[in-house]
């Protein structure tokens, strides 16, 4: 298969984790005999350094005329800690989703076997837990109407959805647990949000399109209380926009570090395959984070092609490296390996995985 690629590394540890994944999809195009092209654009605090604007027009230019996108990650600290700021890197992130109409975020999390004493919460609780996060990704208090008084002492950001849009990532969530568990847990706070209201009225009517899976709805602060008590009750999590990037990163706590959760946003049109976590400023070029988000963000990517043999390979080569412990510190305290050396091993079993270096 010919693919023409996006790559869009961003800020912070966003290239260097990028790379990896371009090492692995590299790998794999040579193995499995597929033509992999990838074209680099500036997104983000380094895009507004070169430009002035988080989204450049000929990045989104770029992202229009490829096939998919891997994103490394956004954020910056000069604009954290300045609420004045008018252009900030997140927006570049935003606009792309809204411009490429990525409603949909998908985010596995898992609790490896090899990975289960890492995570701070207990063994007997995290085992086997195996959940997939639909969060929606266009709509919401992300990109409702914003306001700031004159005098700056009143602010407002508007929670706004419409039934098109709760719909079809409704139906994508359904449809996916109709290839797991069958059960589909609609996160909202219907108890206090009118928009709460319309995404339960909207799901339970689109449940009887799907018969043989099971509808729950939690709270969102019970649902944060349950992911940590009992994530194994989960299947398909169904939420929306804000709900959903808060309880991802909860969810993360399973696995055992936020460098191993990878995501795919998807539209009609484009689809964008990005790790969960940010930018992590302060680990910047020190080659300590870890790209098997990024990694596995490329596994993503060739699923969404149906290229389902090659993204098993790619997770394959993940577990080995999480097995022989060649793992960057949020995993490893002891021996640890640096980010390069973490993607170097993972192509290289994927290429060949019988006589990999281990070091
Ligand atoms: C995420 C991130 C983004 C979000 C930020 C960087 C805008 O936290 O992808 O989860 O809030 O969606
Ligand atoms: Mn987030």
């Not at 800690?81 to 900030?88: G, I, Q």
């Not at 490429?100 to 007997?124: C, H």
């Not at 899976?213 to 939420?239: E, K, R, S």
């Not at 539209?267 to 940010?278: L, R």
Request: net charge negative; charged share 25%.
């Amino acid at each position: 298969m010919k693919l023409n690629i996006a790559v869009l590394p961003g800020d912070g540890i966003g290239p260097e984790v990028t790379k990896q994944a371009i090492k692995a999809l590299q790998a794999i195009a040579l193995e499995f005999d597929h033509s992999f092209s990838f074209t680099h654009a500036p997104v983000g605090a380094i895009a507004i350094d070169e430009t002035g604007n988080p989204l450049p027009e000929e990045t989104l230019d770029v992202c229009e005329a490829t096939d998919a996108i891997l994103f490394g990650a956004i954020g910056d600290p000069k604009y954290d800690n300045n609420p004045d700021a008018k252009v900030r890197p997140e927006q570049g992130l935003l606009r792309l989703r809204k411009s490429l109409g990525l409603f949909a975020n998908i985010r596995p999390v898992k609790a490896y076997d090899t990975l289960i004493e890492k995570s701070p919460l207990k063994k007997d609780i995290i085992q086997g837990t195996d959940i997939s996060i639909y969060r929606e990704l266009t709509g919401g208090i992300y990109f409702g109407e914003k306001f700031l008084s004159e005098d700056g002492n009143t602010a407002s950001d508007l929670c706004l959805y419409t039934k098109t849009e709760i719909e079809r990532i409704a139906h994508l969530a359904f449809k996916a647990a109709q290839t797991r568990k069958n059960k589909v847990t609609l996160v909202d706070k219907a108890n206090v949000l009118e928009s709460s209201r319309l995404w339960r009225k909207v799901v339970t009517e689109i449940a009887k399109d799907y018969p043989e899976v099971t509808l729950d709805f939690l709270f969102v602060d019970n649902a944060a209380m349950q992911m940590i008590l009992n994530p194994n009750q989960f299947d398909v999590i169904l939420t929306e926009n804000m709900f959903g990037d808060i309880i991802s990163d909860e969810a993360s706590v399973i696995g055992g570090s936020i460098g191993l959760l990878a995501s795919a946003s998807v539209g009609d049109k484009y689809a964008m395959f990005e790790p969960i976590h940010g930018s992590y400023p302060q680990a910047t070029g020190k080659g300590i984070a870890n790209p098997i988000a990024s990694i596995l963000s490329a596994a993503m990517l060739l699923d969404h092609f149906d290229l389902t043999e090659e993204a098993a390979v790619i997770r394959k080569a993940v577990e080995k490296s999480l097995l022989l412990n060649i793992t960057t510190p949020d995993l490893n305290t002891e021996h640890t390996v640096s980010t390069s050396k973490v993607g170097d091993f993972i192509a290289d079993y994927i290429s060949n995985p019988n006589d990999s270096n281990l070091n």
